[in-house]
């Protein structure tokens, strides 16, 4: 599993890079490989406002559907077309292929997720669960 410096963590395994006040949010390696082969994203609506913790868009896997929660409160203001017609790039380059940008009302809600350090001790806990 990789679990890049760079990025930062939710406990519901979505990533978030941060440049100023964007938000560039996917899902981590451990959740796409988890979920197996993915075969469709809905992505949330542009111009939608969330707080962090809500499910903004739902992923189907072969194995099952789940929600994407937003880590961080915002307006979403673009979303990854690409998505639409070939949603196994999450499973290809989780790290690439970002699903929403939220431009964030509170950036110091990064201060509130993981490190990759934490995050890989928290996969290694649910991996050891399963």
Not at 40 to 51: D, H
Not at 65 to 82: D, H, L
Request: glycine fraction near 6%; hydrophobic fraction near 35%; proline fraction near 5%.
């Amino acid at each position: 599993m990789q679990y890049p410096d760079q990025l930062r963590y939710s406990q519901s395994h979505e990533w978030v890079s941060a440049d100023g006040k964007t938000a560039k949010i996917g899902i981590s390696d451990f959740a796409q490989h988890s979920l197996g082969d993915i075969v469709f994203i809905q992505l949330p609506e542009i111009g939608a406002s969330v707080k962090a913790g809500d499910s903004v868009c739902e992923i189907e896997s072969v194995k099952a559907a789940s929600s994407i929660y937003t880590p961080v409160s915002g307006k979403i203001t673009a979303v990854n077309e690409a998505l639409n017609d070939t949603p196994e790039l999450v499973n290809q380059k989780p790290y690439d292929a970002y699903i929403f940008l939220v431009e964030m009302s509170d950036p110091s809600e990064m201060n509130a997720l993981l490190d990759s350090k934490k995050y890989a001790e928290l996969c290694e806990k649910e991996s050891g669960a399963h």
